[in-house]
């Protein structure tokens, strides 16, 4: 039963981390995101509380628990995020010192192709 429990609080966590996408969006879908995330945790803690019979104040710790552990989530996720585009950017630094002036617009060219303009793996500007 207590695996049961942490395994509903992992996948939690692991569950409402997003897309990226409302991390770029306008604060009102940035709201209507973290309600979604709330309503989520409202869930989870509504059937952790019915099936570990947690007492009111069990439900009020567990809830804090719960949104505390989502930011450090998504901290993390968002310094992964920065260090995989930092990698990424010093990849094609080394891979363009290698190549010439015409190589080095045609990796730009499949970059964008592959990854899109304003992808963290297309070049930074001034290459």
Not at 18 to 38: C, H, K, L, M, N
Not at 41 to 48: M, N
Not at 93 to 116: C, K, M, N
């Amino acid at each position: 039963m207590k695996h049961r429990a942490l395994l509903l609080i992992a996948t939690a966590l692991a569950c409402d981390t997003g897309t990226g996408v409302e991390r770029a969006a306008p604060s009102a879908v940035q709201d209507a995101v973290a309600a979604g995330v709330s309503r989520h945790h409202d869930e989870v803690l509504a059937e952790l509380s019915t099936k570990l019979g947690l007492s009111a104040d069990q439900s009020a710790r567990v809830r804090e628990m719960l949104a505390r552990h989502h930011a450090e989530s998504e901290a993390a996720r968002a310094q992964g995020h920065a260090n995989h585009q930092r990698t990424m950017q010093e990849l094609t630094t080394e891979i363009e010192a290698v190549l010439d002036s015409t190589q080095v617009q045609r990796l730009h060219a499949w970059l964008a192709e592959h990854h899109g303009p304003a992808s963290p793996h297309a070049p930074a500007h001034g290459h």
